[in-house]
């Protein structure tokens, strides 16, 4: 049965949280924009489904669209409710995601009222992992030495340019269509990413994202910071520089004010 689950909707934190989950540990963050007067749009969740499984998820509701904190907040409780209904029937997860990410997107539509999210989710399975996505939220997965081992490909127009080689991320982070997402929870012809499982070693480091990291930090200043060393200092500094490019935009880095959330996740020891 779906043992009980930490979910965070419209939270404004001061500093990351930590927290055991399954067989190893979790730091988290979400917070609105730095002058943001509106709700944050960004939802998170962390939800066990057995001893050794779960689920880890970050929703970004589309700030150019009505209503995007109801939106997310209605993905990770739709998450929620089928997980939890999958567990007590002992239907496989992978089923259950799938099946929660559908119900989401149908609960989302029947609302009538144009809003939309997109979607990260981690699938746990003891030391393995399989992603699923929706639009530009991103996931990445890196050995301690710096190696992508797995990546999520924005569905977007400047993400499949990047993808292809059209772009590179030089040019895609300055793009004027970067905030362009092609594909969202909320959309009659949605649809699912799924990545193929992924063996966990002992110091490889997962990270779940908005783009409110990605369109602040590049893919190799994020690597460097959380590729070792302990996830709590790791989370902080992602933080600080967020917030500072920001607050002080400079000519030519990456900025742009947006709800921040993401999950960092390593095995224990």
């Not at 150019?64 to 409780?77: K, V, Y």
């Not at 340019?161 to 030089?170: P, Q, S």
Request: hydrophobic share 40%; glycine share 8%.
């Amino acid at each position: 049965m779906l043992q009980n689950g930490q979910t965070y909707s419209q939270a404004d934190f001061d500093e990351p949280l930590t927290t055991s989950f399954l067989c190893g540990q979790a730091v988290f963050f979400t917070s609105r924009a730095p002058g943001k007067t509106t709700a944050n749009e960004d939802c998170l969740a962390l939800l066990p489904f057995d001893e050794e499984s779960g689920v880890l998820i970050v929703a970004d509701g589309l700030g150019g669209l009505p209503a995007g904190s109801t939106a997310s907040q209605l993905a990770i409780d739709s998450m929620t409710q089928v997980l939890r209904e999958a567990a007590t029937a002992e239907i496989p997860l992978r089923d259950a995601i799938l099946n929660g990410i559908e119900q989401a997107n149908e609960a989302i539509l029947q609302q009538a009222s144009g809003m939309a999210t997109t979607l990260a989710v981690i699938e746990i399975q003891g030391h393995t992992i399989r992603h699923y996505h929706v639009g530009d939220a991103m996931i990445l997965l890196t050995g301690q030495r710096g190696k992508l081992k797995a990546y999520t490909v924005s569905h977007s127009p400047v993400g499949y340019a990047v993808e292809a080689g059209m772009l590179d991320e030089e040019e895609a982070v300055h793009h004027e269509e970067r905030h362009i997402v092609s594909n969202v929870v909320g959309a009659a012809d949605m649809s699912i990413s799924i990545g193929t499982t992924v063996q966990l070693a002992t110091r490889d480091t997962l990270l779940l994202a908005s783009d409110g990291l990605f369109d602040n930090l590049y893919m190799e200043e994020i690597v460097e910071v959380i590729r070792k060393g302990p996830l709590a200092s790791a989370a902080k500094k992602l933080v600080s520089l967020c917030q500072q490019r920001m607050t002080q935009p400079q000519q030519g880095v990456p900025s742009h004010a947006d709800d921040l959330s993401f999950i960092l996740y390593r095995l224990s020891p």
